[in-house]
């Protein structure tokens, strides 16, 4: 099955005034749809700008596998819990295994504007240590694996008129951060996403521009 939702419908979060707009592909907060908890381990993929200055003070997470990809900009990240503080850019991969709890600050420190996507995912065993981690420059197509969800995560950026095999994996969840692009003969813009189920050997993503796109390859 191929489930493709589209930009326009993801939910309008965040906090304008405060120069944070957040746009939820998944049920999250006060935004409740029974229907769209979750795909797989994937319990959210938000799309993130934040206008220099703002940021997310201090707060909690548990139980959470929690990836950023940032796409234009720098992302200041403090954790009270771990004791890790750093800056990541667009092509690095974070990530924040909040395990039976964690604390932290995210914030845009720079004078430009920041954009990046993070998604949460369910860990197979609840609880256990935080975790913390940042993997610089990311290569194209390069697995970057969590374990703690049995989910991989791989970054493509094909050129225009290149075609990209989707792994095959019980569920597969793209996002495509930018370029125009085809998906068994549906277009995708920057902002859309697929949910993939249950599909065989052969499906293929064809860009008509040059793009980027963040595949999830996801157990049952």
Do not use: K
């Amino acid at each position: 099955m191929i489930d493709v939702r589209r930009a326009a419908d993801r939910y309008e979060g965040g906090d304008r005034d405060a120069g944070i707009t957040t746009r939820h592909a998944f049920s999250f907060g006060s935004f409740y749809d029974p229907d769209n908890i979750r795909f797989g381990p994937v319990l959210a993929c938000n799309e993130e700008l934040l206008a220099p200055g703002a940021g997310f003070d201090e707060h909690p997470h548990s139980h959470t596998e929690i990836v950023t990809w940032v796409i234009e900009g720098e992302l200041t990240h403090r954790d009270s819990t771990t004791g890790h503080t750093g800056r990541v850019g667009p092509g690095d991969v974070q990530r924040l295994g909040s395990g039976s709890g964690a604390r932290h600050v995210e914030r845009n420190d720079a004078g430009v504007p920041l954009r990046f996507v993070q998604t949460w995912l369910a860990p197979l065993t609840a609880g256990g240590e935080p975790t913390y981690e940042v993997v610089r420059d990311l290569a194209d197509g390069s697995p970057y694996e969590v374990p703690a969800a049995s989910a991989v995560l791989r970054v493509r950026r094909p050129g225009a008129g290149e075609r990209i095999p989707v792994p095959r994996a019980e569920r597969v969840y793209v996002h495509v951060v930018r370029g125009d692009l085809r998906l068994d003969g549906v277009e995708l813009g920057p902002g859309d996403a697929v949910r993939i189920t249950g599909e065989g050997d052969g499906l293929e993503i064809t860009a008509g521009s040059p793009g980027e796109l963040l595949i999830w390859e996801l157990p049952a």
